[in-house]
C-alpha cells in the first residue's frame, strides 16, 4: 500500500463484516507489516463526536462498513471503522447509533509494528481520555439494568425518587459490618462471586442501591427473563469488556441456581465460567447473586466451592429492639415484641416510604 492524501479512502477495500472483521483486519496488517503484528485492545467506551476528532485529525486512509438495523421511528446506523493511521499502525473500532446524539465508540484495537509504534499509540490513548464515557452520575447512581432492544443487549440507569437514609437501621449489627467488609472486598478485586441470602423481605435487593453508591464501578442488574442473553450466552463477554470491572447483580436465584432443578446445572456452569473460568483473567466482573433461601444448604454447593467466592452474608430477621429502633426512625411509635423482617416494619408506613426500599 502506498501512501496516499489524508482524504484518501480507496485503499483499504477489504472486506468487513461483523463475523470475520477482526480476523481480516489482522490478517492485513500482518501483510503490509511483513510480520506478525502487535495487538492492543481497549475496552474503554469513548464519546463518537470527540473520538473521531482525534482519529481522523491524523489518519492517512479509512475503510468503513455500515449496518442499518430497522427500528420503530428510525433506523439504528452502526460504523465499522479500519483506519491506518500511520505507516505501521492500524485500527478498528464500531460507531454504535451513529446518528444518536449519545452515540458512542466500542471494540477498538490497534494493530502494530514495533515499540516506536505502541508508544504513538499512548500518546493517541492519552488524548481520548477526555471522550472516556462514564456511567457515574451527578447524583452517585452508578446502578444500572439490562434491556434487550432489536436483540442488542443496553444498559438504563435505575433512578430512585427517594434514598434510604441511616442505612445502619434497617439491618442489624452483623449483617451491616459483613456489607462494609464486601464493599472492601469487591473494591480490592478484580472478579469474585458474593451470595447475599436469607428470607424474602429481610432487604437483600434493596441494600444493592447501597453497595452501588460506595462502588466506583458500574452495577448492572440482570432481570431473570435476560438470563440466556447474557450469562448463558458466550457473546455476552464481549458486552462485559465494554466495561471496566463491571458489577452484575442477579436477584431471585433460587430459582436458576439450585441442584433441586435440572437446568441448574448449565447456569451454574455458565456463571462460574465468568468469574472462575479459564477467560475469567479477561473478563474481569464481579457477581452479587441474590437467595430467597432460609438455609445456606438450598444453595447449589458448587457455588459455595467457587474458589472466587468473596463472602456469603446471610440477612437476619431484626430483633426485638432493632425493630423497635427503625419503627421509631420511620415516625411509627410501635413497639415489638418479637423478631420481624425488614419488609414488615416497613409496611406500617405508607406506600411513599414503602418505595425507598428495593428495586
Known amino acids: 500500500m502506498k501512501k496516499t492524501e489524508s482524504n484518501s479512502i480507496s485503499k483499504l477495500n477489504i472486506n468487513i463484516n461483523k463475523d470475520d472483521s477482526s480476523i481480516n483486519d489482522f490478517l492485513y496488517a500482518w501483510s503490509q507489516f511483513d510480520t506478525r503484528p502487535n495487538r492492543l485492545t481497549i475496552y474503554n467506551s469513548y464519546s463518537s463526536t470527540l473520538f473521531n476528532e482525534v482519529i481522523f485529525s491524523e489518519f492517512l486512509e479509512k475503510n468503513v462498513h455500515t449496518e442499518i438495523i430497522p427500528a420503530d421511528e428510525l433506523s439504528i446506523i452502526n460504523d465499522q471503522y479500519f483506519i491506518k493511521l500511520k505507516e505501521n499502525i492500524f485500527i478498528s473500532y464500531i460507531v454504535v447509533d451513529r446518528n444518536n446524539e449519545n452515540s458512542s465508540i466500542n471494540e477498538i484495537i490497534f494493530y502494530y509494528k514495533s515499540d516506536d509504534d505502541y508508544n504513538h499509540i499512548v500518546d493517541i490513548i492519552k488524548k481520548l481520555d477526555d471522550c472516556i464515557i462514564s456511567f457515574d452520575t451527578d447524583d452517585g447512581n452508578k446502578l444500572n439494568t439490562l434491556t434487550l432492544n432489536q436483540n442488542n443487549l443496553e444498559i438504563e440507569p ?202
Do not use: W
Open 158 to 359: 435505575l433512578f430512585f425518587e427517594h434514598e434510604v437514609e441511616n442505612t445502619e437501621l434497617f439491618y442489624n449489627n452483623k449483617t451491616n459490618t459483613k456489607i462494609d467488609k464486601l464493599i472492601k472486598s469487591i473494591k480490592k478485586s478484580s472478579k469474585g462471586l458474593s451470595i447475599l441470602y436469607g428470607k424474602r423481605g429481610t432487604g437483600k435487593t434493596s441494600i444493592i442501591n447501597y453497595l452501588s453508591s460506595k462502588l466506583d464501578r458500574i452495577v448492572i442488574f440482570i432481570p431473570n427473563n435476560l438470563i440466556e442473553q447474557t450469562i448463558n450466552n458466550a457473546e455476552f463477554r464481549k458486552f462485559l469488556k465494554k466495561h471496566y470491572k463491571p458489577i452484575l447483580v442477579i436477584d431471585d436465584c433460587e430459582m436458576l441456581f439450585n441442584e433441586v432443578f435440572a437446568k441448574s446445572n448449565i447456569f451454574v456452569n455458565n456463571l462460574l465460567q465468568l468469574v472462575d473460568g479459564f477467560l475469567s483473567d479477561s473478563t474481569e466482573v464481579n457477581v452479587i447473586s441474590i437467595f430467597n433461601v432460609d438455609d445456606i444448604e438450598e444453595i447449589d454447593h458448587s457455588l459455595l466451592d467457587c474458589n472466587n467466592l468473596l463472602d456469603t452474608i446471610e440477612f437476619n430477621l431484626l430483633t426485638e429492639e432493632e425493630s423497635s429502633e427503625l419503627s421509631e426512625h420511620l415516625g411509627n411509635q410501635k413497639k415489638y415484641k418479637q423478631k420481624n423482617r425488614l419488609i414488615d416494619v416497613i409496611k406500617n408506613k405508607n406506600t411513599k416510604l414503602h418505595q425507598n426500599i428495593g428495586f
